[in-house]
């Protein structure tokens, strides 16, 4: 079981591509899109938090491998991502659980709370664009815990694993500034979300 979570202000092509390959990399039996309620580690999102979930809905309701995890939303409160995966492993018990998160949010990982309380209930996928690589403590973490994508279902959590995937440049930033100048965004997002940000002029 993969487990993506983020703001999704709003859920683009970037967010779908990157589950997309992870799942077929690691052969996943799915990956669980999970809403951040209230991001703790940057400002508050532009659309509420019930507009993103509602995106994120629309944006996985033609994939069955990619299904939306409302339990951020449904703690409401700050979204600790240490309580996430508790939650989670309480769930599933004993079977797999990869947190996927791109360099970027690897290379800030030992700062998140209690990061490793995380790495004691699942396993993390880094997944690398051509020219990002793991920094200082990150770096050192990712030596240590480093495993073959083989390997991964030997060790219950725990160990770090890197998916190499396409580099697709597209933020929502991005398209919130494109929404705001009544731009196009199409083909940056999948069309029902598109609609529904224009239908509720989100941005």
């Known amino acids: 079981i993969g487990i993506l979570g983020g703001t999704f202000d709003p859920i683009h092509h ?34 509420s938090a019930a507009h993103r979930l509602a995106m994120v809905r629309h ?16 703690r409401g409160g700050p979204s600790w991502m240490v309580d996430t995966c508790a939650s989670l492993r309480a769930e599933y018990g004993t079977r797999p659980l990869v947190l996927i998160m791109g360099m970027d949010a690897f290379n800030g990982f030992t700062r998140w709370r209690d990061w490793r309380g995380i790495l004691e209930r699942v396993h993390l996928a880094i997944a690398s664009r051509p020219g990002s690589r793991a920094e200082d403590e990150a770096a050192e973490l990712m030596a240590e815990r480093l495993c073959p994508i083989a390997d991964l279902a030997c ?24 929404a705001a100048q009544g731009r196009s965004t199409r083909y940056l997002l999948p069309d029902l979300v598109r609609d529904y940000l224009s239908t509720h002029q989100l941005y």
């Open 14 to 47: 970037g967010h779908l591509r990157l589950a997309e390959e992870v799942r077929e990399a690691l052969l996943l039996e799915q990956v669980r899109f999970i809403p951040a309620f209230q991001p703790p580690h940057r400002r508050a999102p532009i659309a």
């Open 155 to 178: 060790a219950p959590v725990g160990r770090i694993v890197e998916v190499p995937i396409t580099a697709l440049d597209i933020s929502a930033t991005q398209i919130r500034e494109l």
């Open 59 to 74: 944006a996985l309701s033609d994939n069955p491998g990619l299904v939306v995890d409302t339990r951020e939303h449904e």
